[in-house]
């Protein structure tokens, strides 16, 4: 069974300040990662992924997230934070299907609320 | 882009009550996904459907059926409401051969 792990339930920082949202994860065979955003009463916006290649991914707003794969782990970041990355983010992961037929479910972690303080 | 759309954003009923929550994409998925999200247990997903006609149990589906008649819209049902099925519910589509799901607003469900 596939699982995500996101340890800290809370991160805060200082506007400005680099930001680290932890991600590690637990998949047999090769992982698709994800991270997601979500606003105060909305749906879960996409922020970017892992399938290959690169292991540094680079996302929307100025996120990117490392792949480490020895580590299992997944962490988001962003070099300088804004007051308007507050907000709830979820990692996911699924395996890439090849040992089956996964029809591509996906893991969720359960979440890390992401507080930057002006 | 893709839109994913939820029939309601917040809806009261009564325990016992029959809920139809609607989900609709306008972006030709094959697949679509209902999860219910609640505080410090993350995305749980309900059920999935890979082609009209199709579905699949995700991890919880207790006291829930899906139905999905037609390919852009995936429907889930609550046959009778309990105040334990008090969440918020996201649904999300995904194309066959794509690896990302896209999420709708979600619908915030209130049952007394």
């Known amino acids: 069974a596939q699982s995500v792990a996101q340890p800290e339930d809370q991160v805060n920082v200082a506007e400005g300040n680099p930001l680290t949202v932890k991600c590690t994860y637990s998949v047999s065979g090769n992982p698709y990662l994800f991270w997601y955003v979500q606003y105060p009463n909305r749906g879960l916006q996409f922020l970017l992924k892992y399938i290959t290649g690169d292991n540094l991914v680079k996302g929307s707003y100025g996120f990117e997230a490392e792949f480490n794969k020895s580590q299992t782990s997944f962490h988001l970041k962003k070099p300088s934070a804004l007051v308007s990355d507050s907000a709830l983010y979820f990692c996911?992961?699924?395996?890439?299907?090849?040992?089956?037929?996964?029809?591509?479910?996906?893991?969720f972690g359960q979440g890390t609320i992401l507080t930057v303080h002006p | 882009d893709v839109k994913v759309t939820q029939s309601s954003r917040y809806l009261v009923k009564r325990t016992g009550e029959k809920v139809f929550l609607e989900c609709v994409q306008d972006m030709d998925h094959e697949n679509m996904f209902w999860y219910r999200q609640d505080p410090g247990l993350g995305l749980r997903l309900i059920y999935f459907?890979?082609?009209?006609?199709?579905?699949e149990k995700g991890d919880i589906p207790e006291g829930y059926s899906v139905s999905r008649e037609k390919k852009e819209r995936f429907s889930l049902i609550l046959e009778s409401a309990s105040t334990n099925q008090t969440s918020m519910y996201l649904c999300a589509s995904r194309d066959r051969a794509g690896e990302t799901q896209y999420f709708g607003p979600g619908t915030r469900l209130l049952v007394l």
């Open positions: 996911a992961v699924r395996d890439n299907g090849a040992g089956g037929t996964s029809y591509g479910k996906l893991t």
């Open positions: 459907s890979y082609d009209v006609k199709m579905k």
